[in-house]
Every structure is written in C-alpha cells, then in structure tokens.
C-alpha cells in the first residue's frame, strides 16, 4: 500500500483558515484536510480530517463510500439516523468512537448543538 501522507511533526493548526464543505453536504458542514489524499475512482490513499457541525446543521440522506472509516467524536454531540427532515437518530458525545468498513450504509447526520469530528479514511491494501 502507498500511502500518500507527509512526515509531519508536531505543529500548531491555523483553526481560522482552510476550512471547505465537503461535496454532498449541507453548508454548516466543513471539512479540514490534516494529511494525505483519497482517490475514490481509482481506490487509492488515505486521508485524515477535521469535520465539524454548526449547530442545528443536518445531512437529509445516507451514505456509502468504498473506503475505510474511522471516527472519533472530539467535542459536541453527533447524531447518527435521523430522518430527511432532521428529526429523530441516535445522539453519540464526545470520545465516543466507529470503524466503518467499506459499503456500510450510516447516515444521515446532525448535530444540534455543533460538533467536530476527527476522521481517517483509507482503502484495503492491494
């Protein structure tokens, strides 16, 4: 496996700038890429971000991917499974944690208070 992440010691974050929504989501989530690169056509890399949740902010469908999943709640509240118009699913705090393989359908997500999330996402070794 190629992994496409540079050394990179211990550093401080810029929390003000490089901040995008990622395609597919709402505005009130953000992304912020710490390291590395997925290509989803051609089932390569890894990736580690920071995504956050303004508060109130919610997705309206699930989703799949075809790449690994690990997501570690750092702050807020996320809820997992709540309906098209935001309502219902399950609330997760802070420090609380998933693996998703590939294929798994989650979703969709909200936060009413804000979040941020700490996410790697990578593909199976060739």
Known sequence: ????????????????????????????????????A??????????TRLLRFAPGTYTTAPVWHNYWEEVFVLSGEFIVGNDENGQGGEKFPANTYCCR?????HGPFKSETGCMLYEIHYFDPA
């Open 1 to 36: 496996m190629v992994v496409n992440k540079a050394h990179r010691e211990f550093h401080a974050l810029d929390m003000s700038s490089g901040w995008e929504t990622p395609e597919g989501y709402p505005p009130g989530v953000q992304q912020k890429i710490l390291s590395g």
């Open 38 to 47: 997925l290509d989803e056509k051609q089932g390569s890399g890894t990736r």
């Open 101 to 105: 393989p590939p294929l798994v359908v």
